[in-house]
């Protein structure tokens, strides 16, 4: 049986900005490919819910991973959470706050 793994993203925290070109996605949907034979979907929204998830108050990044059996969920996650991690870290702008 199939299923999906969502993931919100969101593009404004408290540490500052999040900004992912399209490009930072090829190592984790060449993963997933390879290892799982899964299929990754990001989505930019407005702050709201879509695709019938929960709403997510600020402008965020959906991330949906699309599984051929739900055998792998725990593996992929596994597999997927450090990399993901790697790409928020590295395109956070931090804020710097102006000082008056």
Request: charged share 25%; aromatic share 4%.
């Given at each position: 049986?199939?299923?999906?793994?969502?993931?919100?993203?969101?593009?404004?925290?408290p540490?500052?900005?999040?900004?992912?070109?399209?490009?930072?996605?090829?190592?984790v949907?060449?993963?997933?490919?390879?290892?799982?034979?899964?299929?990754?979907?990001?989505?930019?929204?407005?702050?709201?819910?879509?695709?019938?998830?929960?709403?997510?108050p600020?402008?965020?990044?959906?991330?949906?991973?699309?599984?051929?059996?739900?055998?792998?969920?725990?593996?992929?996650?596994?597999?997927?959470?450090?990399?993901?991690?790697?790409?928020?870290?590295?395109?956070?702008?931090?804020?710097?706050?102006?000082?008056?």
């Open positions: 049986m199939s299923g999906t793994l969502s993931r919100a993203l969101p593009r404004i925290t540490a500052g900005s999040l900004d992912i070109p399209p490009s930072d996605w090829l190592s949907r060449a993963l997933l490919a390879e290892q799982f034979g899964a299929s990754l979907r990001v989505h930019e929204h407005d702050a709201g819910a879509y695709h019938g998830n929960p709403p997510v600020v402008p965020h990044y959906l991330v949906e991973i699309t599984l051929n059996t739900e055998s792998d969920v725990g593996r992929v996650i596994d597999a997927v959470d450090p990399m993901i991690e790697e790409i928020i870290a590295r395109n956070t702008t931090r804020e710097i706050a102006s000082r008056r």
